[in-house]
């Protein structure tokens, strides 16, 4: 069985991860693609989160069932939300699983600081959207060399797949901005996910 499985703020989630989402699963196919909120950002410091279960309503909104799962595993543990532990629990559920990681390069090229990350890297593979082209792609295998010993020839390492990404430049940070700014959105959010922004009022929205 194959698990793909990626987590993030989704602060919230855009096109940006959409296209990554999409890239992979053309790819990997997997049975199940697991989409995780994280209770509280390990990573950065994040100001302006929304509440959980407004990330968690508007990931169903922009990773529809049934091709997605968005789960609150993350959310609903009591201690920190260490990806290593969704892991874990998941194979204790389903031990012959092959997990797929999902990530852009910006979280990737930190991935020796994750908690644990010699455990994950053992128990998953990696999959990496290279997002800036050649550039990107040689910083990404000499990332994955010099910090974690593994080659990566072309796109392929040992527990690590890398995969161009058609670039779609955004973030969520700058979309909270925009949002507050009364700028246009709606190349960068699903509909249905501006739309509940815009209901609610949320990240300071402005109508144009
Ligand atoms: P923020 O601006 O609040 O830091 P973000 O846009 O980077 O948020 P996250 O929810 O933190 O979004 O990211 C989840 C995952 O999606 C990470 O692995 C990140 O690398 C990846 N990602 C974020 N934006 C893009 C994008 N535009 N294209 C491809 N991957 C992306």
Redesign the pocket.
Known sequence: MKIGLFG????PP?K??E??LETFYEQIRPDQMLIVPTKRPVH?I?EDLALDEERLEMCRLAFPAPQYTVSSVEIDRQSDSYTVYTVRSLLAEHPDAQIYLL?????FLSFHKWYRHRELLDACTLCV?S?CGADDLAALRSYAFSKLGVYVKGHVGKHILISE?Q????????LRARLSNGADTSAYLAPAVEHYIQDRGMYGYRAK
């Open positions: 993030g703020t989704f602060n855009h940006g991860h296209r990554l950065k994040c990530m852009g390069s910006d979280m959207a997002r990404v670039p779609l430049e955004i973030s969520s940070t700058e």
